[in-house]
């Protein structure tokens, strides 16, 4: 099993960016090298499957203390064995002077609605707007605050968006928009969207 990284040194890892008025959905970017220190995709990603230290360890792979996790693939690449080792491929082809591993977006869930609505919401756009349009690959990931910490706290999901686009003949250019200049690209881009989204499915 992978060291554990807390959500604090996760922090550390990842540039935040923060554009006025797109507080709605956070946007942060993974880079080759950051504060001085190496950086892989799969880092990234088993920090966000683990935001609580795992107890023990159950079977292969990563381990998973998030409420739930989704794999959403870029059309016709291939099924891989497992995340474990699509990252570990990924990792394995980081060029020499790429500027860019992965991104995050960050976004807030409706506390008056069941968990699995917002993340199917999420997940959905990861399938149509960031694997069929974009050609990209993302790990979607849920996490409820409130499981560990008193109170009612908003459920959350982040997207860990694999920075290259995923072809069936491997990993190709890093997407255009995947800068630090595109925060309120990615936060329209979400709203539009959620809009849609809600008009083929009104809440209750």
Same mark, same amino acid.
């Given at each position: 099993?992978? *060291?554990? +990284?807390?959500?604090?040194?996760?922090?550390?890892?990842?540039? $935040?960016?923060? /554009?006025?008025?797109?507080?709605?959905?956070?946007? #942060?970017?993974?880079?080759?090298?950051? !504060?001085? !220190?190496?950086?892989? /995709? #799969?880092?990234?990603?088993?920090? !966000?499957?683990?935001?609580?230290?795992?107890?023990?360890? /159950?079977?292969?792979?990563?381990?998973?203390?998030?409420?739930? @996790?989704?794999? +959403?693939?870029?059309?016709?690449?291939?099924?891989?064995?497992?995340?474990?080792? %699509?990252?570990?491929?990924?990792?394995?082809?980081?060029? *020499?002077?790429? *500027?860019?591993? #992965?991104?995050?977006?960050?976004? !807030?869930?409706?506390? $008056?609605?069941?968990?699995? &609505?917002?993340?199917?919401?999420?997940?959905?756009?990861?399938?149509? =707007?960031?694997?069929?349009?974009?050609?990209?690959?993302?790990?979607?990931?849920? @996490?409820?605050?409130? &499981?560990? %910490?008193?109170?009612?706290?908003?459920? @959350?999901? @982040?997207?860990?968006?694999? #920075?290259?686009?995923?072809? /069936?003949?491997?990993?190709?250019?890093?997407?255009?928009?995947?800068?630090?200049?595109?925060?309120?690209?990615?936060?329209?881009?979400? =709203?539009?969207?959620?809009?849609?989204?809600?008009?083929? %499915?009104?809440?209750?």
């Amino acid at each position: 099993m992978a *060291p554990w +990284i807390s959500p604090s040194a996760v922090m550390d890892m990842i540039y $935040d960016v923060r /554009a006025d008025g797109c507080e709605d959905l956070g946007y #942060a970017l993974l880079r080759p090298r950051s !504060k001085g !220190k190496s950086r892989t /995709a #799969a880092e990234l990603v088993n920090a !966000k499957l683990s935001p609580v230290k795992p107890t023990a360890k /159950a079977g292969g792979g990563m381990a998973v203390t998030a409420r739930d @996790h989704r794999l +959403i693939l870029a059309p016709r690449v291939a099924d891989p064995r497992s995340i474990e080792h %699509l990252l570990a491929d990924y990792d394995a082809q980081t060029k *020499p002077r790429q *500027p860019l591993l #992965a991104a995050v977006l960050t976004m !807030k869930l409706d506390p $008056d609605m069941p968990l699995h &609505d917002g993340f199917d919401r999420v997940c959905a756009y990861a399938t149509f =707007r960031l694997a069929r349009v974009r050609r990209l690959t993302s790990i979607a990931v849920l @996490h409820t605050p409130s &499981d560990e %910490l008193v109170g009612r706290t908003r459920g @959350h999901a @982040h997207l860990c968006i694999l #920075a290259r686009r995923h072809l /069936a003949s491997g990993w190709a250019e890093i997407d255009p928009d995947l800068t630090d200049e595109a925060h309120r690209l990615w936060a329209d881009e979400w =709203r539009s969207f959620s809009e849609s989204w809600d008009r083929i %499915l009104p809440p209750p």
